[in-house]
């Protein structure tokens, strides 16, 4: 830890100017109930992180029923509950605009929380390409004719289009439409767990779309991991969730059980029919509706599934836009990324990334997973790291939740999602992206951002100003 001591001098000045990080974009003049309560903030976490139980039918081609719904109960509580722990403390003790950003960069300096923001946005650039990519899954599962040439990558491109211009109209993610919208994509699912017990052991010589799933049982975990993260995107929004110190730990909690049910009972209740694992694949889940409750459900299914990957989309642009927009306020990066048009939406932001996200989209489902756990994970070893050192540097720091367990409750519970990253990084030395491993593509990335980081500090132009409140450049 000895790097990241500063002089009491300047832990001083630090300490001074972070509870002024960033000025929220919402005026103090807003009204609490334009803010996001409780269970608003639920369904949206619920739809930054999941969107529904589809995403998950690999993860039954590559490990089987059993194995599936093990990955299914475990990854939630090694995976997703620290990583709730962690994100309901530091959320409640800074609820900051850019989220995690501010909690690295008030903990550890500059430095690391421009790689934080680095990781986070290129992992984004991974993780935005697989939600076009799985609404172009579903709709080929009604319309085949997208699957041949390169409509499917035209499909793919409109999402990112028409979702980035929603955004910079000022489109977002209202409260009640994500309730709604969660219970619109759960009712095809609950019919498929009524049905399921009438068909026991019915399915085992069904006939279904021949798969070309070629995925494994560490790819499945892979998968099973990438479906049960993305907890820490809500934290970007801080300043629109009302009373933000009590609110987003009971949401976080509440939604790790939300996500995990919406994912082990669908796959258990179609277990009963004894379907064959090998039928499995992205997008499966429409023949198995259409095998349980005819061409209505299966219909029901392909079009939740598309609305699901649009709205995820949809929700992740305002949530990853807000990034750039924390940096450029606080003299991070140039000041053009943090101007507004008149609805208040980040439209430079928006236009860079979704370039970003519009360049991968034919990398593949499984790659795109790989290459997005390798960068997310280290973004979020970060912010756990600075859930120790803040606990070292700041012991006042008002906390309304804390991770249980003293200071070994906070170190302790970022040991399973940082051993859990090992799996990728396996994986990582034999998937290949543009000539090379995913783990040396993924290590040029992370390379990169330091580069970044040195080039801002050396060629840093004149129009780089600090933002209002916020800490100088380390």
């Excluded at 095809?188 to 049982?217: C, E, I, M, N, W």
């Excluded at 970022?414 to 994986?427: C, N, S």
Aim: aromatic share 12%; proline share 6%.
């Amino acid at each position: 830890m000895s790097r990241l001591r500063r002089k009491p001098s300047e832990l001083a000045t630090a300490s001074a100017t972070h509870h002024q990080v960033s000025p929220p974009l919402l005026s103090p003049s807003k009204k609490k109930s334009a803010r996001l309560t409780l269970w608003p903030l639920v369904a949206a976490t619920f739809f930054m992180v999941s969107g529904g139980t589809y995403g998950i039918e690999d993860i039954v081609h590559g490990a089987g029923y059993g194995r599936a719904i093990l990955f299914l109960v475990l990854t939630p509580v090694l995976w997703s509950l620290p990583t709730a722990f962690m994100i309901g403390e530091l959320s409640s003790a800074l609820p900051f605009e850019g989220g995690y950003y501010a909690w690295v960069r008030r903990a550890m300096g500059n430095f690391w929380g421009f790689q934080e923001a680095w990781l986070s946005l290129t992992a984004s650039i991974f993780d935005m390409a697989i939600y076009p990519t799985l609404f172009v899954a579903y709709l080929t599962r009604l319309f085949p004719w997208f699957a041949a040439n390169h409509r499917g990558l035209i499909v793919g491109l409109g999402v990112v289009i028409v979702c980035s211009l929603l955004n910079i109209a000022g489109v977002k993610v209202v409260s009640t439409t994500s309730l709604w919208l969660f219970f619109a994509l759960s009712s095809p699912f609950a019919l498929v767990v009524l049905l399921s017990p009438l068909k026991y052991g019915a399915l085992f010589h069904a006939v279904t779309t021949p798969t070309t799933s070629k995925v494994d049982l560490i790819g499945g975990l892979l998968i099973c991991m990438w479906n049960y993260m993305g907890w820490d995107n809500a934290s970007t929004i801080a300043t629109e969730v009302e009373r933000p110190q009590r609110t987003y730990p009971r949401a976080m909690l509440a939604a790790v059980a939300i996500v995990a049910l919406s994912y082990i009972v669908p796959v258990a209740a179609v277990w009963m029919t004894h379907l064959p694992a090998g039928a499995w694949e992205t997008g499966s889940w429409a023949d198995i509706a259409g095998l349980l409750g005819g061409p209505a459900l299966r219909i029901a299914l392909v079009v939740g599934g598309m609305f699901s990957a649009f709205g995820m989309f949809n929700a992740l642009v305002m949530s990853y836009s807000r990034l750039p927009l924390a940096m450029a306020q606080d003299g991070m990066l140039p000041k053009i990324f943090g101007k507004l048009n008149r609805r208040r939406a980040p439209w430079v932001a928006i236009i860079a990334l979704a370039i970003g996200w519009a360049a991968c989209l034919n990398l593949g489902f499984e790659r795109l997973v790989t290459i997005d756990i390798l960068i997310y994970g280290l973004s979020l070893a970060l912010e756990f790291t600075a859930l120790v050192v803040l606990r070292i540097r700041e012991p006042r720091l008002r906390r309304p939740f804390r991770v249980p367990g003293g200071m070994f409750g906070a170190i302790a519970v970022g040991i399973a999602p940082v051993l859990l990253l090992g799996f990728d990084l396996v994986r990582s030395e034999s998937e290949q992206v543009a000539g090379m491993s995913s783990f040396a593509f993924g290590a040029m990335i992370i390379g990169a951002g330091v580069l970044a980081y040195v080039l801002k500090q050396v060629l840093k132009p004149a129009g780089w100003t600090v933002g209002e409140g916020a800490e100088p450049a380390a």
